[in-house]
């Protein structure tokens, strides 16, 4: 298989999807792209306005309630699928901690957000050692295809 | 005056080379180690590269984007929903180096997100988010300007069904893939629920490593099956072509959310790696959730080194070391409860067990206990928490105590936000770490917010050091609702 194969593939993918999507997708509303009224700051509770079940995320309100449980695993949320974050969150706001490249830790981005669940407080140059021993997948989720050129400085 | 004491001939712990002085930072560190013949003298004559783009034509670019956007969009401006989010930080720090140098740090850094909505009134948006950095002083990073390309997409979202399509770099994450890329993406769901969703492009990576490449092409999709409120289930299938440990990564994956009964909830995730043939990483979780007040969740969470960082492109994962050993397995038992007794007042706990297959590093336990009060219409936050681990080996072992508070009387807003650490085994022959952050900010305008920081931090690596950082805060828009 060439290396433009795949790129082949996928493109003739989409295009098929494309075709049987617009005909065959179902009749649930889609969740607007953007929250229709302004939030209150601070942790959102959607079940101060909405019940049971979302249009986006076909999941009870509940699901996605943003308590310390919630935030400690959206990923297995957002796997599959992000439409209702999108509604509320930009894009831009997962990539605050999901970025490629990037030399600011989150909490000194938002060292006025300390409410926030910012990794890294203090000086976790010390602590990350401890962590990376012990549970090295929860660095790997983003670190392990990041470029931090400060990394190398030991990790050779 | 902004000082920082720097120890000299410092053994880092779990580095294979002594370094002839270290300078750090509360954002970030780098080590200069007598075998890198970047210094000279004790002079700093620049730090390494990486094989990465500098970015040094990003900044550039990033300002003529937010420029220009609007008049690209000008044509469809008066359907249009625009906005769009500038974040400046200026930082300041000092670094006294060994010989008595001292550097001084002054990043500034422009952090860019616009978001175009409703594009000539059909359901297409573009999404853009990137950064870039000047140093007005000192080089902090890998030369005087960097930068990065976060995202830049076209998106369709369909009117029903929630179906859509992204063009460009995006990030993403669905099922196994959990990618930044520069391609296609779609996702559509049939009226009987079930659904398909595929995606290819180039991926967006990084190595740390000089002399290692990325991988070339990156595609895959999901099917899946979901009923509202009841059930959603999928395979998924990822393939990337790359330099892996020699070999494609290619993976094979499961998800699932099952509402078993109203309150309660079951997920489950399993990635399967084909590349060398294990189970990369499997995580189940049982959720319970009665209400707005109440969650509480337990779960089993197991990975394989040699399976699930097979991709990675940062060596620590992938070469057996003193630090890891890639032949290691984890299995971890955890849970999690978080309980509004009352409103505003907020009681979380947290714990986790963690087991190794090798005696090191060992296995340890992770205990969590917090409290938190929000008052001022949910504007402000007071928050205390306390963390224990303890662990087989004393070298993993530490306390962790942190108290923060915000307050934000009218269109003033200050937050304190002090975090100790206490390690059983001193590092670098300290025991204990302190990091204090204050903040001070004024809303100037709806739309213009001003705060600036000063850090104080004192620990193994940090004798005193203070860091001062100022902050801009732009959020324009055009349409009603939500701010992003």
Same mark, same amino acid.
């Given at each position: ?129 401890? &962590? ?25 | ?17 002594? $370094? ?105 948006? !573009? ?42 770099? !995006? ?14 993406? !779609? ?22 490593? *000089? ?36 070999? &494609? ?14 309150? +309660? ?70 849970? $999690?409860?978080?309980?509004?007794? +009352? ?33 001022? &219409? ?15 080996? *004393? ?90």
């Amino acid at each position: 298989m060439t290396r433009r194969a795949p790129f082949a593939a996928v493109f003739g993918a989409v295009l098929i999807a494309l075709l049987v999507g617009c005909s065959a997708v179902s009749q649930t509303p889609s969740v607007p792209p953007k929250h229709p009224e302004e939030l209150p700051a601070g942790r959102v509770d959607c079940l101060e306005c909405h019940k049971d079940v979302s249009t986006g995320a076909l999941k009870p309100y509940a699901s996605v309630r943003h308590s310390r449980v919630f935030i400690d695993s959206h990923g297995t949320y957002a796997r599959q699928g992000q439409n209702l974050c999108a509604s509320c969150h930009a894009p831009a706001f997962c990539q605050t901690c999901h970025a490629g490249k990037e030399e600011m830790k989150p909490n000194t981005k938002m060292g006025d957000r300390p409410d926030r669940r910012a990794p890294h407080r203090g000086d976790y140059l010390i602590t990350h050692r401890i &962590d990376g021993r012990l549970d090295p997948g929860s660095c790997f989720r983003c670190h392990g295809n990041k470029n931090d050129s400060r990394c190398k400085q030991c990790h050779k | 005056m902004i000082r920082s004491f720097v120890a000299s001939n410092h053994r880092i712990p779990d580095c294979r080379f002594w $370094v002839s002085k270290i300078v750090v930072d509360s954002g970030g560190f780098f080590f200069e180690s007598m075998f890198i013949p970047n210094t000279v003298l004790g002079v700093r004559m620049g730090r390494p590269t990486t094989v990465i783009s500098s970015g040094k034509r990003l900044l550039p670019s990033i300002v003529a984007i937010s420029l220009l956007l609007p008049l690209l969009l000008a044509g469809t401006a008066r359907a249009a929903d625009l906005s769009v989010s500038s974040s400046t930080y200026l930082r300041y720090y000092e670094r006294e180096l060994a010989g008595g140098n001292k550097n001084t740090f002054a990043p500034l850094y422009e952090y860019l997100s616009a978001d175009a909505a409703n594009l000539g009134g059909a359901p297409v948006a !573009f999404h853009f988010y990137g950064w870039g950095r000047v140093d007005l002083s000192d080089p902090s990073g890998s030369g005087k300007e960097s930068g990065d390309l976060g995202s830049a997409y076209l998106e369709y979202l369909h009117p029903k069904g929630n179906a859509q399509m992204k063009l460009g770099r !995006f990030f993403l994450a669905e099922g196994v893939a959990v990618e930044t890329l520069d391609g296609a993406f !779609f996702k559509v769901t049939t009226p009987v629920g079930i659904g398909i969703s595929g995606y290819g492009g180039a991926p967006v990576e990084q190595s740390i490593l *000089d002399n290692t490449s990325k991988g070339d092409s990156l595609y895959g999709g999901r099917v899946f099956f979901v009923r509202p409120g009841f059930v959603e289930m999928g395979v998924s299938y990822l393939k990337e072509k790359g330099p892996f440990q020699g070999k &494609d990564r290619e993976l094979y994956g499961g998800d699932l959310w099952l509402r078993v009964a109203p309150p +309660v909830e079951f997920t489950a995730q399993a990635t399967y790696n084909r590349s060398t043939r294990g189970m990369a990483s499997q995580r189940y979780a049982l959720r319970v959730v009665p209400g707005s007040r109440f969650d509480i969740s337990a779960g089993y969470e197991a990975y394989s080194y040699k399976d699930l960082f097979q991709t990675a492109l940062h060596p620590i994962f992938i070469t057996p070391s003193a630090v890891i050993d890639n032949t290691d397995k984890v299995q971890t038992i955890f849970g $999690v409860l978080d309980w509004e007794v +009352v409103s505003g007042l907020t009681f979380e706990l947290a714990a986790k067990n963690i087991r190794h297959d090798k005696a090191n590093p060992g296995n340890a336990n992770r205990g969590e206990a917090g409290v938190r009060y929000t008052f001022n &219409d949910k504007k402000d936050v007071f928050g205390l928490s306390a963390a224990a681990v303890t662990a087989d080996r *004393d070298e993993n072992e530490y306390q962790e105590f942190r108290g923060f508070v915000s307050f934000s009387p009218a269109k003033l807003r200050l937050t304190l936000d002090a975090l100790t650490q206490q390690y059983k085994q001193a590092i670098s022959g300290k025991k204990n770490a302190h990091q204090v952050v204050a903040s001070a900010g004024y809303k100037v305008r709806p739309y213009l917010s001003v705060s600036g920081d000063l850090t104080y931090t004192q620990s193994p690596t940090f004798q005193q050091d203070y860091a001062g950082l100022l902050r801009a805060t732009l959020e324009l828009g055009t349409a009603t609702g939500g701010k992003k």
